[in-house]
């Protein structure tokens, strides 16, 4: 198989890029090609603009949908999109590996993800607007995995931390970002107490990571539930039938755990947590 590992930290002995060794070096050993994106290393651009589009198809008003479609439908994208897609394509896994930086990806993936996901390929796929999303799309098939470094505790975390429930935090990528083009999404991998880290720390990180990387194939994806396999009949909104009592965000994952009549929480095996040090 063929894995593509996308990586943002700007610190070669982070712990964000130690896990990007393990995973290279985990895989490789079982055989499967390994293609790599190193974000601050390539100085990618984040900013997605009026740059983006040399051959413009309207120079009068910049409408980043329209552009990006004529660009991708006829071969005028930029260099370093265009290279960036051709790996994705080319990819049966995807490994997104990143610190969590203000409950999110660092500015410079998010403008990976911006640039890269053009109209006709991630979203607005063969021209149909969003009659292929959500389990369907350009990704259909391809595996994903994020790999996320937490500076503070896992308590934090948890589904009633202060910090909010990690999962819920990391929706927007793993059912919007991945899941909407297709993907399907494994469950997360979190380092906790990243900040603080020590050289037990690691060694039980390494090991749990370890694990997880050899399973990127067996593992089952989230269940998210799909456009198209029922629950939305209008492709909008839930049927009444379908997590009947629920909202929100959870209501969107089968086997969502309900607490205290809300539903705060995605099944155990959602965001696996790796270790607390410190």
């Not at 990618?44 to 983006?52: E, L, N, T, Y």
């Not at 409950?103 to 009659?131: C, E, F, H, T």
Request: hydrophobic share 40%; charged share 20%.
């Amino acid at each position: 198989m063929k894995v593509l590992l996308v990586y943002a930290h700007p610190e070669r002995t982070s712990v964000t890029h130690h896990l990007v060794e393990l995973a290279a070096e985990t895989l490789t050993a079982r055989g499967h090609e390994i293609m790599r994106s190193d974000l601050y290393g390539m100085g990618w651009k984040a900013v997605f603009d009026g740059r983006d589009f040399p051959q413009r198809a309207d120079p009068n008003r910049l409408s980043l949908i329209e552009e990006s479609g004529h660009a991708f439908a006829n071969g005028c994208q930029t260099r370093d999109v265009e290279e960036e897609q051709r790996k994705l394509l080319a990819a049966d896994a995807v490994i997104l590996l990143f610190p969590l930086w203000w409950y999110s990806m660092p500015a410079i993936m998010k403008g990976w993800v911006d640039r890269v996901w053009a109209y006709g390929l991630a979203y607005g796929y063969q021209g149909a607007g969003n009659a292929h999303r959500y389990g369907e799309g350009g990704f259909a098939g391809k595996r994903a995995l994020l790999a996320v470094s937490v500076g503070g505790p896992e308590q934090d975390y948890s589904p009633r931390g202060i910090n909010g429930p990690l999962e819920q935090l990391l929706f927007p990528i793993t059912h919007g970002t991945l899941f909407f083009p297709g993907m399907q999404v494994l469950p997360t991998f979190a380092v906790y107490g990243a900040a603080t880290i020590g050289a037990q720390g690691v060694a039980e990180a390494a090991a749990a990571w370890r694990g997880r990387v050899q399973r990127l194939f067996d593992d089952e994806p989230i269940a998210f539930r799909p456009q198209n396999g029922g629950s939305y009949p209008d492709r909008h909104v839930l049927a009444d039938h379908v997590a009947r009592g629920q909202t929100g965000l959870m209501a969107h994952v089968a086997g969502a755990v309900m607490l205290d009549g809300h539903n705060d929480s995605f099944p155990a095996a959602f965001v696996e947590p790796c270790y607390e040090d410190g």
